[in-house]
């Protein structure tokens, strides 16, 4: 057809046929009216008046109109022309917000939001907000516990979710949790995880050699299984591809002689977004710190002389930030504290951004009104140099409905058989962190904490290792996961019959 109308020209006498001025797809506007089209096809028709014909997109119709009827969609770029032009209509206004929202990513909308079965607290979203600031969710959430680390990386999937981002998930734990986030995952988000055990692993690294992977799917896999699985290494010269990968209890990647380790280093390359959670980063050196960032955003923080540097101006804006929740506090008391940041090295680019001149009119008040304090505490978030990386919530920032605790104080006498195996076991830990060359209540935080509030849990995970799950806070460390049981603490776990828990049975009959 197309060639039979350029056919109509080819006698003597035939009139020129002028080049078009539209391109199929490309975008117009109607002249008069100043509508948006888009340019579906075009058509020349011969005569006297010879002209170019096209079909349009006008508000998901299509018409046809003449070439004379459209005009370029004009650019302006020039910012004086923002000033001088004739006012936009406003059909034609809310045609181009339309237009840009929908070719970027609604930075200003929260998908997320009520989209749950769960009532959440709004700290909750700092981290999805985190995301739409940044473009991609390569982020630790560092809250205290008890704050929904788990729900604020619900609320990041659900926001990928509702973006048509988050085809492919893995959540990755440790395998005393595997449980937990399978429940709270369909309970709160109606997400379900498939499990990878041993099994599932092997037909998933099968699937993936034969690119036969569901382009939709939700795994969970535990630390344990995952760094020591054999197929692992496999995937390393064609990685599997994931739109969102979490990582609870973070802290074990810190390490970087280790195997979680060198599983972090995987996974940081299998996705683009990239969740880790932990509760204990102001308990990491600031090496291990280092070696959390770089699996986030490889690069981006050199050395540890680096962070040092970047380190220094939040020890002034933390102390500030610590200060806020004070009652009664002054605003004028902290703009004289504000005023060490240009000492710090790199503290004087700091007091150059926009946020810190709006954080130093919102303290110059003085008396702070409640609405102030939040603003306060936004800026000086925003201004933390770690604040693209790091999200963090504490307590005494958020607890306005604490719940009022009595002490009730119980003195509890353990048996003889259960005072011999905490002793032994306690040994052990020491023994543990010696190797490791680290502070006992620092390398131990995990098995003390399990021997404290369960010890029949306890003498499960020693006479049953495997079975039970590696419970030690570092437990990515090859030189501690090698120290075995001593006899005497094997011995004394068997001496201590099975369900004896004194301490459990005096809270039961108080």
Same mark, same amino acid.
């Given at each position: ?8 020209? *080819? ?27 888009? =340019? ?16 349009? +997109? ?38 181009? $917000? ?11 909308? *929260? ?27 390569? =982020? ?26 988050? @085809? ?14 399978? &429940? ?9 995880? #498939? &499990? !990878? ?39 390393? @010269? ?5 739109? $969102? ?17 060198? $599983? ?43 962070? &040092? ?15 806020? #929740? ?11 504290? $504000? ?18 001149? !709006? ?20 800026? !000086? ?24 605790? +009595? ?5 509890? =006498?353990? +048996? ?95």
């Amino acid at each position: 057809m197309a060639a039979f109308g350029w056919a109509e020209q *080819l006698w003597l006498g035939a009139q020129a046929v002028p080049s078009p001025k539209f391109e199929i797809n490309e975008a117009a506007v109607t002249h008069p009216g100043d509508v948006d089209v888009v =340019i579906r096809d075009r058509v020349f028709h011969g005569g006297s008046s010879g002209q170019w014909s096209y079909t349009v +997109t006008v508000e998901g119709r299509q018409q046809n109109v003449i070439e004379s009827s459209l005009k370029a969609r004009p650019e302006l770029d020039d910012p004086r022309s923002w000033v001088t032009r004739e006012p936009t209509p406003a059909r034609r206004f809310g045609a181009t $917000l339309t237009r840009a929202k929908l070719q970027s990513k609604f930075a200003n909308t *929260l998908f997320s939001f009520r989209a749950t079965r769960t009532t959440f607290r709004p700290y909750q979203f700092k981290p999805v907000l985190k995301l739409l600031q940044t473009g991609k969710a390569r =982020i630790l959430i560092a809250d205290e516990v008890g704050l929904g680390k788990t729900i604020e990386a619900g609320l990041i999937w659900t926001e990928l979710e509702a973006r048509r981002e988050a @085809d492919r998930v893995l959540i990755v734990c440790p395998a005393g949790l595997v449980g937990k986030w399978k &429940e709270e995952m369909d309970d709160r988000f109606e997400f379900d995880l #498939v &499990e !990878l055990d041993s099994k599932a692993l092997q037909t998933f690294l099968e699937k993936h050699h034969q690119n036969r992977l569901p382009r939709r799917a939700a795994y969970i896999c535990s630390i344990e299984r995952l760094r020591s699985w054999e197929g692992i290494e496999e995937l390393d @010269d064609l990685p599997p591809e994931f739109d $969102l990968i979490i990582v609870d209890e973070a802290h074990s990647m810190r390490n970087q002689d280790t195997k979680s380790y060198a $599983l972090g280093t995987r996974l940081a390359d299998w996705a683009d977004n990239l969740v880790f959670l932990t509760a204990t980063p102001i308990n990491l050196r600031q090496e291990d710190l280092l070696n959390l960032l770089e699996l986030l955003a490889p690069g981006d923080y050199g050395d540890i002389r680096d962070l &040092e540097l970047r380190l220094e101006p939040n020890r002034v804006i933390n102390a500030v930030a610590a200060r806020l #929740v004070d009652k009664g506090v002054n605003g004028l008391e902290l703009c004289s504290q $504000l005023d060490e940041l240009p000492t710090k090295t790199l503290g004087a680019p700091l007091v150059e951004r926009p946020e810190f001149a !709006l954080l130093k009119e919102v303290l110059a008040k003085g008396q702070l009104a409640p609405r102030d304090i939040v603003e306060a505490k936004r800026y !000086l978030a925003d201004l933390n140099t770690l604040s693209t990386v790091i999200t963090r919530t504490k307590k005494v920032e958020v607890d306005d409905r604490k719940s009022k605790r +009595t002490l009730d104080r119980h003195q509890i =006498i353990w +048996t003889q058989a259960e005072s011999d195996f905490y002793e032994e076991y306690l040994q052990w830990c020491q023994d543990r962190a010696t190797a490791m060359g680290r502070p006992l209540h620092f390398a131990m935080q995990m098995p003390l904490r399990l021997a404290s509030a369960c010890l029949p849990m306890a003498r499960r995970a020693v006479l049953d290792p495997q079975g039970f799950g590696e419970i030690v806070d570092a437990d990515a460390d090859t030189t501690a996961v090698r120290l075995e049981p001593h006899a005497e603490l094997v011995a004394v776990a068997r001496h201590l019959p099975e369900g004896v828990d004194t301490k459990f049975d005096d809270l039961r009959n108080a």
